[in-house]
């Protein structure tokens, strides 16, 4: 569901989910392109970005994580393993402690989408799709 937009600052950004203070629900997922570890600020944007994306969709908090591209070199060739990537991964969360009653109504009106809901054919790779429906 599509819960009424906040701003970017009123989304808590933890780390762990053992962070979150009170019960919740995931209403979405980010998944950053994979960069150096040495491009920090593109990191940081990937983060920013999630945290805004997650603030249009009205979650509560992200829970953030950097991982590691995992990636290996060709057994069939002599090439050494590529330089270790990372992304960020962000899940947006919604907490069911203190919701509305616009945002309880969203919840009940709420139907699962599928990939043709959000415009996209299912006989298509759809690496390229953002959780929120958008084209990377």
Do not use: H, T
């Given at each position: 569901?599509?819960?009424?937009?906040?701003?970017?600052?009123?989304?808590?950004?933890?780390?762990?989910?053992?962070?979150?203070?009170?019960?919740?629900?995931?209403?979405?997922?980010?998944?950053?392109?994979?960069?150096?570890?040495?491009?920090?600020?593109?990191?940081?944007?990937?983060?920013?970005?999630?945290?805004?994306?997650a603030a249009e969709h009205g979650a509560d908090a992200i829970v953030l994580k950097k991982r590691e591209l995992l990636r290996e070199a060709s057994p069939l060739s002599d090439s050494q393993a590529p330089a270790p990537e990372y992304y960020i991964h962000a899940r947006a969360i919604k907490y069911v402690n203190n919701l509305s009653p616009e945002e309880l109504q969203i919840i009940k009106n709420w139907k699962p989408q599928t990939l043709q809901d959000l415009g996209g054919d299912v006989s298509q790779d759809v690496s390229n799709m953002d959780w929120d429906g958008r084209r990377r």
């Open positions: 569901p599509v819960f009424p937009p906040k701003s970017p600052e009123q989304v808590e950004v933890v780390q762990s989910y053992s962070e979150l203070k009170y019960r919740f629900g995931a209403i979405g997922e980010m998944k950053g392109d994979g960069v150096s570890d040495k491009n920090s600020a593109a990191l940081d944007a990937q983060a920013r970005a999630a945290r805004a994306i």
